[in-house]
């Protein structure tokens, strides 16, 4: 045990979140069991780290640990749990918990039987803790990790403290809002760099960033969806080769039987793949108002716009980055569904949103909302494409 307090002493003293997210303030710390999820590589394990150095610093009554470590190999999580409660332990923060066997058993054990301890943990966005968990479904409160919004990353380029703004707030107010951003900085200065590299903590490492996003997709495949959804290693190569093909292709709707013939399986399969890439955060589905799984998706979208620029850089339609960048940051809060001809999409079944690279040729709609690319700011239903990204 003292190598583990040791360990979280020295991982807490190390942490510094470069962004202090949302998320910290929107959890209800006061539940039992409380889980993280979120896709690789959006920094859950440092949020973990996070929460321990604000509200315990190296205080022994909390301590995090990880399921890669060895140990777990031999024992369980109950009896771990039980060893540090009986120290005096109140909070275990567990990291990848879906790397132990039998997880949600034991969590919901520990939960049984230890009324006086509280248990946050991390796992895959893949994980489906409401629906699909009947050990911890009525127990666990869930809450989702996302990657950087370009608000954050603005944060964090230009040292500013800006907050986020509702979607009613941005529609009703946008030109105020701008304003007052643009009296600090100019958005537009950093916008680009966010589509291709901001959606991801990491960037902020020493590393090629591509490369670096590559190898964390690989694990994406390789780890979260063939782990959780126990599928067989030997259809790695077709979930992976699936996904290329939908970069490709751009956003469309999904050519099922070609696809099922160039990965040599079923329709039913692929579809199934494409949920999986979907749960995993890899892509998005957009459907007609109405529709959803297992129907086919009217459009399939890569999941953010750095995604497009790592899988297939060779051919990167601004356009398509520019409306990949805003389903991304209205899928939190918001239901984007496929628009008409004369629209991009419907948002929450009533608002027409059609996203633009320039307004030269603009047939200005008065009940469509216009997301105008290259705009500091707007004016009545022409909103700045960028402002988007303060919704989080």
């Known amino acids: 045990m003292e190598t583990f307090y040791r360990t979280h002493a020295y991982l807490v003293e190390h942490t510094n979140a470069p962004v202090r997210r949302d998320l910290m303030d929107e959890i209800d710390w006061n539940d039992r069991l409380i889980g993280i999820k979120g896709t690789r590589g959006v920094g859950k394990t440092t949020f973990l780290l996070q929460y321990a150095k604000e509200k315990f610093g190296t205080d022994r009554s909390c301590l995090f640990i990880n399921m890669n470590n060895f140990y777990f190999s031999g024992h369980s999580i109950v009896d771990f749990a039980y060893e540090f409660q009986r120290r005096g332990g109140k909070v275990l923060l567990i990291d990848q918990v879906f790397k132990h066997p039998n997880w949600s058993k034991e969590l919901r054990m520990c939960y ?50 800006f907050h986020a703004y509702t979607l009613d707030e941005i529609l009703a107010g946008h030109e105020q809002i701008a304003k007052g951003i643009l009296s600090k900085v100019h958005p537009m200065d950093y916008f680009q760099d966010y589509l291709h590299h901001g959606f991801y903590p990491f960037f902020l490492e020493k590393r090629n960033f591509s490369e670096n996003l590559l190898k964390t997709m690989n694990m994406m495949v390789e780890v979260d969806i063939l782990l959780i959804k126990q599928i067989e290693l030997k259809y790695l190569s077709k979930i992976k080769k ?13 050519n099922v039987s070609q696809l099922s013939n160039d990965i040599e399986t079923s329709r039913a399969t692929v579809m199934n793949y494409i949920k999986y890439l979907a749960d995993a955060r890899m892509i998005n589905m957009v459907y007609p108002q109405g529709e959803e799984f297992p129907k086919k998706p009217s459009k399939i979208m890569m999941h953010n716009s750095n995604l497009m620029y790592s899988i297939y850089p060779v051919k990167v339609e601004e356009q398509d980055v520019l409306e990949t960048f805003f389903v991304n940051s209205l899928w939190k809060d918001h239901k984007g569904n496929k628009g008409d001809k004369s629209i991009s999409f419907l948002v929450d079944g009533t608002m027409p949103f059609k996203i633009c690279t320039d307004n030269a040729r603009l047939k200005n709609i008065p009940t469509v909302t216009y997301a105008m690319h290259r705009m500091d700011i707007g004016r009545g239903n022409m909103v700045p494409l960028w402002l988007f990204g303060f919704l989080y």
């Open 112 to 161: 049984d039987n230890f009324p006086n301890l509280k248990i946050v943990f991390t796992g895959s966005s893949v994980m489906r803790l409401k629906d699909e968990n009947h050990e911890l479904h009525d127990v666990v409160k869930s809450y989702n990790l996302r990657g950087f919004s370009f608000r954050e990353f603005l944060n964090l380029q230009t040292g500013m403290k």
């Open 242 to 254: 699936l996904l290329y093909l939908l970069a490709v292709d751009g956003p469309k709707a999904p």
